[in-house]
């Protein structure tokens, strides 16, 4: 990777790292616990895992620049909610094997405008709308 390269994956990271923040802030002000954060797992990494009222939400984020040519959303894509989904189901496995909780996923988009972080947040998406029901087993 040349230098410039490195530099932009870097700003990248601090930009994603940055909107997580936000995000576990956003949830937290709206009653939510967080149980973890960037939980690593042989599926990929859960970005927040929170809990409220009994439930574990699992949370991903995605993080752009105001105006940004890119729109975050377009980056829940199928493979992507299917890592999140498997990498639930592994952290309900090791973290919590006697309890059988409620839980959903959310997205939430944190866009760094001049004034910090807007949060959009979707809650309780339905992964059949991306995963087929083999998938879902």
Do not use: W
Not at 73 to 81: L, M, Y
Not at 109 to 129: F, M, N, P, T, W
């Amino acid at each position: 990777m040349t230098r410039d390269g490195e530099r932009r994956a870097a700003k990248r990271r601090t930009l994603g790292r940055a909107g997580e923040d936000a995000a576990a802030d956003f949830l937290r002000r709206r009653g939510f616990d967080v149980v973890a954060r960037n939980y690593h797992t042989p599926f990929g990494e859960l970005d927040v895992v929170a809990s409220k009222e009994g439930s574990l939400v699992f949370a991903e984020v995605k993080t752009a620049r105001a105006g940004a040519s890119v729109d975050p959303r377009s980056q829940f894509t199928r493979r992507k909610v299917s890592r999140v989904y498997r990498a639930a189901l592994h952290f309900l496995e090791k973290e919590r094997p006697a309890e059988e909780p409620d839980f959903r996923f959310d997205f939430l988009v944190a866009v760094k405008g001049k004034s910090g972080y807007e949060i959009e947040h979707y809650e309780a998406v339905a992964l059949d709308d991306f995963l087929g029901p083999e998938e879902l087993d």
